[in-house]
């Protein structure tokens, strides 16, 4: 978003300094006349030099304004945010190349479900169930995944819950498509319904082709 402001001239400035210097120079400025008639003279040469050196017009840019105005949304927003915030700290600082893949694709699919509750409000009580235990569960492991996977030994327990939590990574991401795709249920009834009804309306105005 663009706004235009007036960015002033220092030329005004300048010349108002000048005047009192010159003045101060080579007139009295002893009593309180002599500062009336200071003050006076200072205050038409503002004035003067304004109207001749008026600034310009700048253009800036605004920062968008993400806030939705509903309370609700804009707390699943910012939280969705932080753990996106967290999920690519992971990102950063885990190495397998595998596990780097699963974490993008469960970043994908949650930023989309924090953001259809933007689009479809009602899905806010499901989203929130998705924040509250299964965003942070998922980023519980990947932490525990990357203090063990640079301790550099193997053992029963280390390489045990390493490997148990890869494995775990591929049922998250199935599992957060599912839900996703949950989050369209009601908007795909209606939708059946839409091609139902106009489904109808053509065959009785005898305008849907019997073949197809």
Do not use: C
């Not at 700290?89 to 694709?105: A, F, G, H, Q, T």
């Not at 148990?164 to 998250?172: K, V, W």
């Not at 091609?195 to 082709?209: F, H, P, S, T, Y």
């Amino acid at each position: 978003m663009k706004k235009e402001i007036r960015k002033k001239s220092v030329v005004p400035v300048y010349a108002l300094a000048v005047v009192w210097l010159l003045y101060a120079l080579f007139l009295p400025l002893y009593k309180l006349w002599h500062f009336i008639l200071l003050a006076v003279i200072a205050a038409v040469v503002y004035l003067v030099f304004s109207k001749m050196f008026p600034g310009k017009i700048v253009t800036i840019e605004q920062p968008k304004n993400e806030e939705t105005g509903n309370p609700e949304v804009d707390a699943v927003v910012r939280e969705g945010k932080l753990a996106m915030k967290e999920m690519g700290r992971l990102y950063s600082s885990i190495d397998d190349p595998v596990v780097k893949k699963r974490i993008v694709e469960i970043m994908d699919i949650s930023d989309k479900i924090v953001k259809d509750a933007i689009s479809d409000p009602k899905d806010i009580p499901n989203i929130k169930r998705f924040l509250n235990y299964y965003l942070p569960t998922t980023i519980k492991l990947l932490n525990a995944y990357d203090r063990m996977s640079v301790q550099g030994i193997e053992g029963e327990n280390i390489s045990g819950t390493i490997t148990r939590i890869e494995d775990m990574l591929d049922t998250i991401v199935a599992s957060y498509k599912k839900q996703l795709d949950s989050l369209f249920a009601d908007e795909a009834m209606d939708i059946e319904t839409d091609i139902k009804v106009m489904d109808g309306l053509l065959q009785r105005e005898g305008l849907k082709d019997k073949e197809i």
